[in-house]
């Protein structure tokens, strides 16, 4: 299997090989969108690790990196949406809205069933 800089060298060709494919019109943006998908799971995995090493509950780690994540991707899309550096006619906006609304709903359901379990209110 290699070691992991063999391994790590690999990993930068290829996304280098990559990228000028793309640069040359050879790799469709469909497939550059599924490959960012791809590098950031990758990255997410890879930090967690790194900062679990160190840390008594890994699982609490994820959670906190995903919603932090998370908060900064709600955060800078509206943010170019509001300074109309985004379109407002991208045809993914309407899905984006409905998983937002459904994101909304599923964390106040969480949150109100922690604090029954807790017996907070």
Known sequence: ???????????NSTLEAIEVRFSEGEVPLEGLEALKSS???FRLRVWGVLA???ADDYRAFQERFRIRR??????????DLRAGKMSGAHSELPDLAEAAG??????????????VE????
């Open 70 to 79: 998370a908060k900064e991707i709600c955060r800078d899309v509206g943010s």
């Open 39 to 41: 590098v950031d799971d």
């Open 102 to 115: 459904l994101l909304s709903r599923s964390i106040n359901l969480a949150r109100r069933q922690s604090a």
């Open 52 to 54: 679990a090493a160190g």
């Open 1 to 11: 299997m290699g070691s992991l800089a063999e391994q790590v060298l690999t990993l």
């Open 118 to 121: 807790g017996g907070g209110a």
